[in-house]
């Protein structure tokens, strides 16, 4: 079973607030991915990191930001919060020597 | 760009049965191919996985086949049960980047009735 974590797995929060969505790992992967998938539709990449201190923009553009300051803790931000944002971001990981990818549980987010 | 594509996109069987499940991509020229589960309202759980190198892996019921030419993969699943019941996904690890990016397909909704 795959030791990656997302908190907090449901959200309900107000348009402009600030949030945080946490991603954690225990098993020392330097690569770390965010996706946002839709219902019904397909993941989209929107940030990835390959070690601490790197962090790209993933393929859909994103109004959110990421950091990557420890290895296994890579945090997604939204700083204000609009119901466009309302979907679910599952967190992956993936290590030097495994060619697998290991996904978190997701969190759905809703923004009323 | 490379587009995965999933046929069919929901597939309802009677339990026992075997069955297929279809993934193709635009561009040949890929690092890996991984085949995941999703549950309703979960994570992903990696199934398979089969290098560029592999024409295909085993595990348990399930069975993937990779012919990268054509741009297609198969994932087999035998004597399906109910709790098969899931979304599966096709994703395609590209060339560039060593595979380390994934570009998904929209995936096939599978319900295994009694």
């Known amino acids: 079973e795959a030791d990656i974590y997302q908190t907090p797995r449901y959200l309900v929060i107000g348009t402009g607030k600030k949030i945080t969505l946490e991603c954690s790992q225990t098993m020392g992967h330097d690569k770390m991915y965010w996706y946002q998938q839709d219902p019904g539709m397909e993941l989209h990449l929107i940030h990835y990191s390959y070690g601490v201190n790197s962090t790209e923009k993933g393929d859909l553009s994103s109004e959110s930001t990421v950091s990557r300051i420890r290895t296994e803790h890579f945090p997604l931000t939204l700083e204000s919060a609009r119901p466009s944002h309302t979907s679910q971001y599952l967190c992956?990981?993936?290590?030097?020597?495994?060619?697998?990818?290991?996904f978190g549980q997701g969190t759905r987010l809703t923004v009323v | 760009k490379q587009e995965v594509t999933q046929i069919p996109a929901a597939l309802s069987v009677p339990e026992g049965e075997n069955l297929v499940l279809n993934c193709s991509f635009t561009?040949?020229?890929?690092?890996?191919l991984q085949w995941f589960r999703q549950d309703p309202g979960k994570g992903l759980t990696s199934l398979l996985l089969i290098q560029s190198s592999q024409r295909e892996q085993t595990s348990g019921r399930l069975n993937a086949s990779l012919d990268k030419s054509s741009g297609r993969s198969t994932l087999y699943i035998a004597a399906s049960q109910p709790g098969d019941s899931a979304t599966y996904l096709c994703?395609?690890?590209?060339?560039?980047?060593?595979?380390?990016?994934?570009?998904f397909g929209t995936g096939t909704q599978l319900k295994v009735e009694l």
């Open positions: 992956a990981s993936k290590g030097q020597q495994a060619p697998e990818a290991f």
């Open positions: 994703a395609v690890g590209g060339v560039t980047g060593g595979g380390n990016k994934l570009t």
């Open positions: 561009d040949s020229a890929i690092y890996n």
